[in-house]
Nanobody, 126 residues
């Protein structure tokens, strides 16, 4: 089993920044893809950003492009999401996810991920 623990959420004002972290522990794999998703009250979970094992390729939702940056430190088994210029519509519970790398797939698809964290709340006030 793999455990994922998110941290770094909080209450901020519009225009502020936050940095989320996702630490993985437990069973290790030779390679893995990781992603961030979010879910606002009354809405479905949506893709935010992902970073692949091969070449560290990244993918972003259109709504966060240019404002959010995803990165990872494989030596620490940790993924990050730097969120700048936050907007009230970014308010949500943010989840990290991980999948053992087998082959290249569509990273925004939540169905490909095997493990999920419990989430960290991000609230952006106007």
């Amino acid at each position: 089993q793999v455990q994922l623990v998110e941290s770094g959420g909080g209450l901020v004002q519009a225009g502020d920044s936050l940095r989320l972290s996702c630490a993985a522990s437990g069973r290790t794999f030779s390679g893995y893809d990781m992603g961030w998703f979010r879910q606002a009250p009354g809405k479905e979970r949506e893709f935010v950003a992902a970073i692949g094992w091969i070449g560290g390729r990244t993918k972003y939702a259109d709504s966060v492009k240019g404002r959010f940056t995803i990165s990872r430190d494989n030596t620490k088994n940790t993924m990050y999401l730097q969120m700048n210029s936050l907007k009230p519509e970014d308010t949500a519970l943010y989840y990290c996810a991980l999948r053992r790398y087998v082959s290249s797939v569509s990273l925004p698809n939540p169905a490909i991920y095997d493990y999920w964290g419990q989430g960290t709340q991000v609230t952006v006030s106007s």
